[in-house]
């Protein structure tokens, strides 16, 4: 079992950033996927950023380019989504998703096997 816990949303001016965190614990893996997913009200749940097992390559949604940046340390089973300029229509709960295994990018959710419990970003304006 891995289990994903989630740090750093909150409340921003539209302009403002914030660094989310998502650090796995349990089971081990050499190899694994993960990636950052977000909820709005009413919405589907979208990929934002995804990262494949070896760090090689990372996607990211067009609509977060140039603003999100996905980073990933081993050494300390955590992942981090740092999120610059941050517009209103960023404002969703935002999951970390990780899937054990050499895989390349993964964008769906059901491809994903372990969730965190999600953490709000609000932005106002």
């Known amino acids: 079992q891995v289990q994903l816990v989630e740090s750093g949303g909150g409340l921003v001016q539209t302009g403002g950033s914030l660094r989310l965190s998502c650090a796995a614990s349990?089971?081990?893996?050499?190899?694994?996927?993960m990636g950052w997913f977000r909820q709005a009200p009413g919405k589907e749940r979208e990929s934002v950023a995804v990262?494949?097992?070896?760090?090689?390559?990372?996607y990211y949604a067009d609509s977060v380019k140039g603003r999100f940046t996905l980073s990933r340390d081993n050494a300390k089973n955590t992942v981090y989504l740092q999120m610059n300029n941050l517009k209103s229509e960023d404002t969703a709960i935002y999951y970390c998703?990780?899937?054990?295994?050499?895989?390349?990018?993964?964008?769906?959710?059901?491809?994903?096997?372990?969730w965190g419990q999600g953490t709000q970003v609000t932005v106002s304006s």
């Open positions: 998703a990780f899937r054990p295994g050499p895989w390349t990018i993964l964008l769906r959710p059901a491809e994903y096997r372990y």
């Open positions: 349990g089971s081990t893996f050499s190899m694994f996927s």
């Open positions: 990262i494949e097992w070896n760090g090689m390559r990372t």
